[in-house]
């Protein structure tokens, strides 16, 4: 359908350039995303009255609204208050907040699941209730959230796509841009799913084999 | 602050008749999903290996794709390809559609797979088919069983309308966006649009726990409690 | 530095109530280094909210609580200061999940003593050792069993130098051969001078180790004394009656070789005649 040459010179490097953006975008957004997720969670779960109305109010928004609302929001709304981001800073930033509020409920979900007794174990050493939930509580939780864990950030391959719709040159973006001048839609966005494919079940090996590092036994269980 | 005011007065009635349009896209795709989706469900449960394999693959790439991608794939590309012509609205709703299939399947599968051989095997005993077993006795408990993963479905689809904005259906966001452009007023716009949002996303669920609530069985609660999605 | 002549703990009038339901009706009562206070009593009478209460993991809604003279204040920055000084063994055990035997014993040191890794480690290998657990130290709580986990447990308090332990029916959620290990570890820390309150059914345990025995019911403290007088020469009537009943329950046999003399049994068997 395409000549080989046509494709070696032409396409390969611009989508590979925007496979390379669109893993930056993921790898530039997964740690703020869970270390938010983790945030809302513990604020949701431990905090006073007013962190823990806070931070449900923080959910309700952030998975209400849809990403791209908030991408717009964030790109062509700030400006008129005065705050430029950067595109790719703009995109990371929603992809942090938005998916930070799903990860906080699976990470929510796993502190919930765990027995009362290890926080009443750990306050009766001694330690505070800070360093209880840093100790104890979180490394359980975070193991058993991590299957919910990393399906989010399967969303975050996915919907990086976004990305595009504020100017960042992703892969899709570079895709939408060669196919419109040459007019080869379908075949670029045939070789640009498998690309997501690929990252999408490389996400999930990663997932299967953090599962089985960190894994302890009775963790199913929650101990007896 | 009065000019916002304004604005927001004369946007809202245009936004609102977006608000129809994309609540025709969820409800359109949710139905798409669901016609599609239970019996991909049913053929995937009982249907034998080969099938399986074939919704297995269905499934993996219609939930591995992002939606930008398909949406440009099919309304840019197949949809020229063969020919058709399609308005972008019926695009979107047909791969939002296909999309939701994917999804719905599994939430139904997982379903049907919680209820265990047992039902089946007590509906065959009495001399029931195949068919008027998964009719009338596995069916009607599995769809109960799926109304929370219903829930979540229709918040993720009402979400993903918004992207239709990319292939110019005109939603919430589509006109949202032309009258921040033209009003120079993005921020306002914005919240308003997200605001709507939210609205519908947390009215549907209400309203999705009145429906469970009402066809609810009695005492059958606790095994509805496992995770199905 | 100046020994405290008085008590370890001192519990002045403790009364907690959830809702209509009073739990602790105003107990009170003294602890002295080296002794071993049994608190026994019906189910539900409040004994295990009273330990909770010791270590603010519960807060009483009036009374007292003095730890070596100091008074235990509930507030947030002071509390894990007094609960450093207090072990507290659960009925569940409540071992760390996510971490091994060793771990467990390790993270008070480590967290709250501030000590570094291989002290802690070192300590934590020689407190295992005590409980007789030294080579399931990097097994995971899942992998042990009852007795073996309650031990544990044990251990981990014991890594913090405690003043005193609190154990809250430590046997009562074991299966009935694991009970004896347990109690074996707790009989040797009361013989070798640790300060314990312990709530239990173990009566055997009771009559061998307590130096005290403080019999609850209602919330109230009804009777205490040694175990000579609790068990065979009780004051109450309510306190006679509730014997008899444990006796029954567990054996006057029990765990322990008997201590009473030939007199005294007859004397009791008489006024058994009376009462049944």
Redo the contacts between chains.
Sequence with gaps: MVEFDFFREIIFPKLMEGTLMTIVLIVLSVIPQVLIGILIAVGRVYGNKVISRLSLVYVVFFRGTPLLVLLFILYYGLPTLGIYLHPILAAVAGFAMCGGAYQSEYIRGAIQSIKAGQMRAALSLGLTRTRAVLFVILPQALRRALPGISNEITYLVKYSSLAFMITVIELTGAGKIIAGRYFIYTYIFTLIAAVYLVLVSVVTRVQKSLEVRYRYPGIESGGR | MEDIFELLVRAVPFLLQGTGVTMSLVIGSLLIGFFLGVPMAIGEVYGGKTIARIIGIYV??FR???????L??FY???F??IGLNLPAFLSGMIVLGLRSTAYQSQVFRGSIQSLGRGQMMAAESLGLTRTGAIIHVILPQALRLSIPGWSNEY?IL??????T??IGVMEI?TR??FI?TTS????PI??T??VI??IL??GGIHLLHVLERSVRIPGYDERTKEAIY | MEESRGPVLRVEDIRKSYGDNNVLNGVSFDVKLGDTKVIIGPSGTGKSTLLRCINHLDIPDSGKIFLNGEEVHGSKKNISKYRRQIGFVFQDFNLFDHLTALGNVMLGPIRVLNMSKEEARELARTELDRVGLQDKADLYPAQLSGGQQQRVSIARTLAMNPLLILFDEPTSALDPELIGEVLEVMRNLALSGMTMVVVTHEMGFARSVANEIIFMENGKILEQGPPNKIFYQPELERTKRFMHKISELYGREDREPQVAENQDNERRDNELEDDV
């Design positions: 993996w790439f591995g794709v992002p939606i930008l991608v398909l440009f794939l840019f590309g197949l020229n390809l918040c009402l979400k993903d309308t918004a992207i904005y990319a966001m949202g966006n921040a120079y007023r993005p921020m914005f919240l649009c997200a949002f939210i996303t947390y």
